[in-house]
Every structure is written in structure tokens, then in C-alpha cells.
């Protein structure tokens, strides 16, 4: 590699892990705003781990929407470390390890409720940006006390049958196909 490329590529790993980093950030200080501008405009997501659904195809805009619903209610605070990052062009795929840390005042439980592993992560170059495109949550172990996440509150479970619906499901089999 020359040094150029070499350059080009550092930029391009620290701008993902800014990404990544502003995707984080955003979660725990509820900047909604800030946590959609790290998803290109449709993006595949597969939290089944935590949500028991499969992959799904959804706007960007609907799973901000989710992540605002379900996390707001509690305190989040999430670490990043180990980036193993691979450039390719104009894309990209990282392997970034996490703790997602949640805290919520409770008498029925626990107070805390601690997911440790990592995402995988696809990204694409959108102009000067690196953008979240495809995104994999998954877990070595749990700890706490699941049950803070209320998910018969109404907003949210009406959200949850907009943003895990069999349309999006299969949205997200044709577009695996290009993966």
C-alpha cells in the first residue's frame, strides 16, 4: 500500500468507529436525530437474540422510532471496544464489541439489566459519510432483569407490529440476496 492508501484507509476506519461511537452516544443521551443520522435511509436489522424476530428490512426513520420507545424509559450507557473493521471500496463490515448497560428504578426485580457482546455491522460510503446499512445485535450473556423493557406499553407495541411485520421480514430475504 502507498502511503496515500494507507491515509485513506485510517480515515475511513476512524470515521466508522464514529459512526459507531455517535450510534452509542446517541442511545444513551436519547439524541434521536443523532442516532438516525447513522442508518442509510433503509436498513437491515437482526436483533433476534433480544426480540425473538428475525432479520428485518425496515426505514430508518421506523427503527429510530422503536429504539426511542423501547430505551427511554430506562437508563442506557453503552461501551464500545475491540473494532475489527474491514474496508472494501465503498464498503465496509465491522465486528465491534459491546456492553449495553440499562438501569430502571423497580420493585418487581432487579434495577439493572446488562447485555455483553458485540454487533456486526455493514456499512456503505454515502458521499463523505460512512452509514449503518445492515446491523446484527448479539450477546454472549445477560444479566438483570429483562422484564424493565414493558412491552405491552401501547405506543410501543403498536410500533413493534409496524417495524417486525411479515412485509418487512420479507423485505429483508430479497435484500440478503444482495449481501
Known amino acids: 500500500m502507498t502511503d496515500e492508501e494507507k491515509l485513506?484507509?485510517?480515515?475511513?476506519?476512524?470515521?466508522?468507529?464514529?459512526?459507531?461511537l455517535n450510534?452509542?452516544?446517541?442511545?444513551?443521551?436519547?439524541d434521536w436525530p443523532l442516532y438516525?443520522?447513522?442508518?442509510?435511509?433503509?436498513?437491515?436489522?437482526?436483533?433476534?437474540?433480544?426480540?425473538?424476530?428475525?432479520e428485518i428490512q425496515?426505514?430508518?426513520d421506523d427503527w429510530t422510532?422503536?429504539?426511542?420507545?423501547?430505551?427511554?424509559?430506562?437508563?442506557?450507557h453503552h461501551v464500545f471496544t475491540n473494532f475489527d473493521i474491514k474496508v472494501e471500496r465503498d464498503r465496509a463490515f465491522a465486528i465491534v464489541y459491546m456492553t449495553a448497560r440499562h438501569?430502571?428504578?423497580s420493585?418487581?426485580?432487579?434495577?439493572?439489566?446488562n447485555q455483553y457482546g458485540w454487533y456486526d455491522v455493514h456499512f456503505v460510503r454515502q458521499g463523505e459519510e460512512w452509514k449503518i446499512a445492515r446491523i446484527?445485535?448479539?450477546?454472549?450473556?445477560?444479566?438483570?432483569?429483562?422484564a424493565m423493557f414493558d412491552m405491552s406499553e401501547p405506543k410501543l407495541a403498536e410500533n413493534m407490529n409496524l417495524v417486525f411485520c411479515t412485509a418487512n421480514r420479507d423485505a429483508a430475504i430479497n435484500a440478503l440476496k444482495i449481501w
Open 58 to 60: 425496515v426505514s430508518a
Open 103 to 105: 438501569w430502571k428504578a
Open 8 to 20: 485513506a484507509l485510517i480515515w475511513d476506519e476512524r470515521s466508522i468507529t464514529k459512526t459507531m
Open 23 to 30: 450510534f452509542g452516544r446517541a442511545l444513551d443521551i436519547g
Open 65 to 76: 422510532r422503536f429504539a426511542e420507545l423501547i430505551l427511554s424509559p430506562v437508563r442506557r
Open 136 to 146: 446484527k445485535h448479539d450477546f454472549q450473556w445477560v444479566s438483570g432483569n429483562n
Open 36 to 54: 438516525r443520522s447513522t442508518f442509510t435511509d433503509n436498513i437491515l436489522v437482526d436483533f433476534k437474540r433480544l426480540t425473538t424476530f428475525d
Open 107 to 113: 420493585d418487581m426485580g432487579a434495577s439493572e439489566y
